[in-house]
C-alpha cells in the first residue's frame, strides 16, 4: 500500500513562528503536493513539485514555501506563521507517466492553529 | 490548466443512482479528467478517470462527451457511506502539467 506520512497531526505555534511541515511518502513518486483546506473552499494548491529541487507555484503560495531536497521528502514552510495560516494541511504525491495522469495518494492531514 | 465547475451540493436517497455534472469548456487536449471522494476528516481518495467517452469500474461510471467539455460521475445506489465531497479535476499527462487544481467540489448528502 502506498504510504504519505505527515510528521504530526496536531500542531499549535506562535504567531511569527518558522513552521516546517514535513511529508514522506514511500512509493518513489515524482510528484508531490502540498493543499491547504478550510470550510467552504475545498482544497487549495500550495506548491507543487514534480522532480527533485523542483517547484511550480499553486493557487496560494503567498507565505509558504518548499523544500524538496529528495525525492520522497516535500517539507512546506511557514516562514512567519500567521494566524490567518491556520488550517488543515494536506499532502499528496503521484507517479509522473508520460501519456497519461495517475491517482494521487494523501496523507492524514496535519491541522495547523497559529495562535 | 481548466477550471472546473461543480454544483455546490446535492442530494439523494438511499438505493438511487446519483449523477453528478463537471463542466471544464477550457480543457486542453491532452488533459485527462479526474474524480475523487472526500470523507470528513480524511484526505482525498481516486475514484475514475478518462479521457473520453465512458469508463466504468466497481465504484462508478464515468461519461464524457465528444466535446470533452464536461462530464458526469454516476454511482449507482448509493447508500449512507456514498456521503462526502466529490472533486472534479483535469490535468496534463506530465511534467509541470501534472499540477492537480481541486475546486471546491459537489457535497453529495445520501438520506435514508
Known amino acids: 500500500d502506498v504510504k504519505v506520512t505527515q510528521s504530526s497531526r496536531y500542531l499549535v505555534k506562535r504567531t511569527g513562528e518558522k513552521v516546517f511541515l514535513e511529508c514522506v511518502q514511500d512509493?518513489?513518486?515524482?510528484?508531490m503536493f502540498w493543499y491547504r483546506q478550510d470550510p467552504g473552499l475545498g482544497l487549495r494548491l500550495i506548491y507543487f513539485s514534480y522532480d527533485v529541487k523542483m517547484k511550480e507555484k499553486g493557487d496560494i503560495p503567498e507565505g509558504y514555501s518548499v523544500s524538496r531536497e529528495k525525492k520522497e521528502r516535500f517539507s512546506l514552510i511557514l516562514e512567519s506563521a500567521s494566524t490567518n495560516q491556520t488550517s488543515m494541511y494536506l499532502c499528496?504525491?503521484?507517479?509522473?507517466?508520460?501519456?497519461?495522469?495517475?491517482?494521487?495518494?494523501f496523507g492524514q492531514g496535519t491541522r495547523l492553529t497559529v495562535v | 490548466l481548466a477550471k472546473t465547475t461543480q454544483p455546490i451540493s446535492m442530494d439523494s436517497y438511499e438505493g438511487q443512482e446519483v449523477n453528478i455534472t463537471c463542466s471544464h469548456n477550457?480543457?486542453?487536449?491532452?488533459?485527462?479528467i479526474t474524480w475523487y471522494q472526500q470523507f470528513p476528516s480524511q484526505g482525498p481518495r481516486f475514484i475514475i478517470q478518462g479521457y473520453k467517452t465512458k469508463v466504468t469500474n466497481e465504484v462508478a461510471s464515468l461519461f464524457i462527451p465528444a466535446d470533452r467539455k464536461s462530464s458526469t460521475l454516476s454511482l449507482p445506489r448509493v447508500s449512507l457511506s456514498d456521503t462526502a465531497v466529490y472533486y472534479c479535476l483535469v490535468a496534463g499527462p506530465g511534467g509541470a502539467t501534472n499540477k492537480l487544481i481541486f475546486g471546491t467540489g459537489t457535497l453529495l448528502a445520501v438520506q435514508p
Open positions: 499528496a504525491s503521484s507517479y509522473r507517466v508520460s501519456g497519461t495522469n495517475t491517482e494521487a495518494f
Open positions: 477550457n480543457i486542453a487536449t491532452n488533459d485527462y
Open positions: 512509493m518513489d513518486h515524482e510528484n
